[in-house]
């Protein structure tokens, strides 16, 4: 018989998540339509945002900057104890860390960055948001009453970040922080090309992908942040209102094989890619569940299970940008973004 | 062999519906959740309003009364030989009727009155909405864009009146309009107790029911205006914000037999009933279509496929309101209806 | 004042397709998924198919044939009197047209062939579809029960053919028709490179599309049939299920501009596009609605409101096939298609 | 500063329930149309029974007995250390509990009563479903092909207990089993009149109803167990199904605001309640979710949010059946249900 080792529940959830955007007002204009609410601006001029199925005061953080990219991912931790475990853990084996005060929204956090460098935050204390007036929700169970504006998204869903070892940052992700590997694709030479990790019934928080242009930058690169509709309908609206607007929907509706999420991608007008997950996929509550292995010759229905394939930008497109003649027309598309005056009603 | 008489197509569409309303400030708040927007105000306080595919500069008329009710059905006509055809069966046949001028959005309009009153008019020069700016669709074929507030309706799709006799209005409507019968309950005694007739695709843009207490009043009673939403999850949002709100939702979303229709039944402050059709039920291209027969011991299925029956207040409320006490609690529910402040963004 | 020529509504619906196929177990094998059944097979082997909703007999004949392509459209009069107008029409317009006698489903008819050869036929007499057993729904409107097998379509929706001069097919089914112009694309030279047309309130009961390959064949190509689900989401479970057996998605789910159809395109093992109809698209009930011009600078949008574009394929692959070198892959992925065997339960 | 307890992850989930019924043809005709495949059949009789996504070999036990009822819930341990942890904590707690051999589908279990007796199991070592042939899908994170057959469930999701003490229930649940208290209603004496509890993201995999009938029996009663869809819209063709073929539905489509789930209850032919979940209603990663009270003057919303009331046999009807006046009607119904032959294909 062999002994398992136990899983490790230290981590509970993706929590928030902050971007840079070079081009805020035209950034807020495009989370409007996504029903995402302004709670908070910060003195330097960074805007906090929520969905409305957020539990605590915001998910999304908006921070002004010259270019577009991810400024950090903020892990709320099971309880204090799991906080103490995770940092005693992550002090020895990370760089740069440190403990940073409470700021908006949160108490105390430690900051540290994964090995290729993405800025992560762990936390435990944490403030919930209190709906007030028209906000306010009749039914008990919801945070915040469903916007009558937008197509509204209901919560914080996933990240996806670029790597330039795939393997490294699994690695660190179960090791350091106890998150169980759900699906990957491997390559011919046995290292995983992607993967998707979680902590909770999700299929994944986090995800990393094999960055097509690793040598050609020295930090690191965000692929997308992910918020969640529940319902794949709702893709439809938000594709047809983005259309109307001129936003830049990169691919989708779509069905991925891996995770079997029904979604679309949109690059926000700083630069961000965003995804809109339409349905639930699956859930997996199998505490001894086996990491999904999708080999080279699967990796066409993993990324696709029915419909379109997705462009060449999807795989080489990333914040900070990296310019790459492979997508110029791509790059030519997202440059017209620009603030859409939406209707007052 | 039997010769038949060649079907009429002499009406092609209800065009817009006027209703009365004693609380026009809280009907319009009501409205603005359907996504309706206020295209035009007149002299006399009248509101005009539309739903985002009206191809009409208007599909609902509400005109400040001290009762709620049903102040005219407009017929629109398939050319103006149609017209003048209709209208020569008419005069033999109808009272009161008379030409009226040109209004806001529709040419001249021939007044008639139903032979158990409801008000009726047929025209068929008509004024199409014309939407800039922001209104504006890239949609070549969608009049207006798709509205960002609300759960927006797509446009106007049947009326359905409480009828003292409903043979005598089935009997009007297919003589003297060409409509055909589509679906009907039958009663012991062989008389229809209620009946949907279209002059299209659709099963119904008009059905009569008979009324439970057509003995105590003299005048006419409206039972409810159709709006169409084509996607069924459009009800459960539109449930959901209208519970929020405090709206008073009467049934559904259910599933009725008849028409196929999922749907759902709401008063509008003022007190009229408004139905919202949230899939596409059946459409009938057959041009020997046989009217379908629900005989008594067919109604339930007929009223309701599955899911839970209709409350009684449906088969006795209507507007204006008569005295019921059968429905006590129906009142005390609607009179507490006042102006909801939808939130600003 | 301009006197209107009045529309004419002697064609009443498209109430047949019947298609060649050089592989029918295989053809029947993939409709079974479509939920149809087969109600009859005639002495020469063709097979009589139809969607739950369907009201008369049949809807699809699968004739087994060395190729595949287009057997006959079959259009139902409003009438005898409005079959005797159009016989009476055709006769001066076109060559090789004839009474045909009653067949299985149908009585007389009367065959000819569009400008371009396309094989249409015109009858009245039908004869109904009746429910026996289980196939009985307790629906008093519902032709036949929805099967519990597959993801069952509910009807016959409407034919796409290519075309050597789209505006001389749209001639002929106006004039001697009666079909409306509904959409259309232009061409810089003023005639159209496609376009849809209806004597319902469906957009399109036929559309034309010019064949990129019109002078590589002599006789008339087939572009697809369409059956249509209402429901969007019935596409997933199609997506799902034609990828786990193997069918070949040509493209889809997307959402057109043209008609705002959420549909799927699929190549049944046959050869022959078979088109899946997701949702309601719009319906037209204004008798003068103007036909919707997409210019070349709106093509993209009126082929793809949002999401990916369609593949090249679709704009050369038709039934007959013609070699074409540019498409194939596309050929090498349908060469592989053969009948699945489906789970018993 | 309050130092938390640490919560227990010691459950991971319900892995399958055992329910008894009288009619175990009729029982599975009625799973059938849920899409859920025979997998097994034991020398006893009993049959084991699987949805698609389910991971181990089956989710649902039949097992004929002379009435209805709850035979079995059977939770799986995070862990071999877990569920050695879980056994020692219960030994201090629960009567006649004991080890029981491997059975079908698992290892070894410790059987043991809840307070009130309903009969429970706690289990790691599992048997994972290997699917083969037509039943394998292409999917590599799809433990079996979605069926063609029925309107199929993805996965058992709860249970739903009666109980004499909502709060000995819970309270057992929480301090034996480390479950979390996510919703109750309370009553005015205080004490819980409902309860809704998970180990994971779920709302729920266990709820406590207090029983009406509480008094009028000894042993312990069974609500439903829920099975669940993901898509609103196959509540549709699933009441349009069961409709057509004579099963009782009891309420539904129909939206709680507990949960906010969209679902149908349905009573299967052996006379047990059974749960189909539409939607995903919310999902719960805060770790330190506050459990959400809805008082008496709640309790409405609580269990509608919108929609029609439920009947008055959901607050009296359980397994096994006690005699109620009050809903004789509803026995009158269910008394009718037998097996139905579904169509061959």
């Known amino acids: 018989m062999t002994v398992h080792t136990e899983p490790i529940f230290d981590v509970a959830q993706l929590a928030m998540v902050a971007l840079y955007t070079p081009k805020l007002a035209e950034s807020l204009a495009f989370f409007s339509i996504l029903g995402m609410k302004q709670v908070h601006k910060d003195e330097d001029g960074a805007v906090y945002l929520r969905a409305y199925e957020d ?3 915001y998910s999304l953080k908006l921070i002004p900057h010259h270019e577009a990219g991810l400024a950090k991912v903020s892990w709320r931790a099971t ?34 960055t ?24 009749k039914l008990n169970n919801r945070p915040q009453r ?40 491997s390559k011919p030479t046995g290292e995983k090309g992607a993967s998707w990790l979680s902590v909770s019934a999700l299929v994944h928080e986090i995800a990393f992908m094999e960055d097509d242009l690793k040598d050609h930058y020295d930090d690191y690169r965000f692929h997308h942040v992910a918020f969640w509709y529940g319902d794949p309908q709702d893709l439809e609206y938000l594709g047809d209102a983005l259309t109307e607007l001129d936003y830049k929907i990169e691919a989708g509706p779509l ?13 926000e007008p700083g630069g961000n890619r965003i995804e809109l997950f339409g349905d639930t996929g699956y859930l997996i509550f ?7 292995e999708w080999k080279e010759s699967d990796a066409e229905k993993a990324i696709i299970w029915y419909g379109a394939p997705l462009p060449h930008s999807y795989f080489r497109y990333g914040t900070p940008v990296v310019e790459d ?21």
């Open 79 to 112: 309880s204090e104890q799991a906080l103490q475990r995770r940092v005693k853990e992550l002090e020895s084996r990370v760089e740069g860390e440190k403990w940073v005060e409470p700021s908006y929204g949160r108490g105390s956090a430690y900051e540290f």
């Open 325 to 345: 003649l492979e997508i110029k027309q791509f790059y030519d598309d997202i440059k017209v973004i620009k603030a859409k005056v939406v209707e007052p009603n």
């Open 55 to 57: 539990p605590y005061k």
């Open 146 to 185: 469903r916007p009558l504006h937008g197509i509204p998204v209901r919560r914080l869903d996933h990240v996806n970040l670029l790597a330039k070892s795939v393997d490294k940052n699994v690695d660190f992700m179960r090791d350091a922080l106890g998150f169980k590997l759900r699906e990957y694709l």
């Open 255 to 267: 069905k991925h094989g891996v995770s079997q999420a029904k979604c679309m991608y949109v690059i």
């Open 286 to 292: 199998d505490p001894t569940f086996e990491p999904v």
């Open 114 to 137: 994964t090995p290729e460098g993405h800025p992560f935050e762990i936390f435990f204390d944490v403030e919930y948001f209190e709906a007030t007036g028209d906000n306010s929700s």
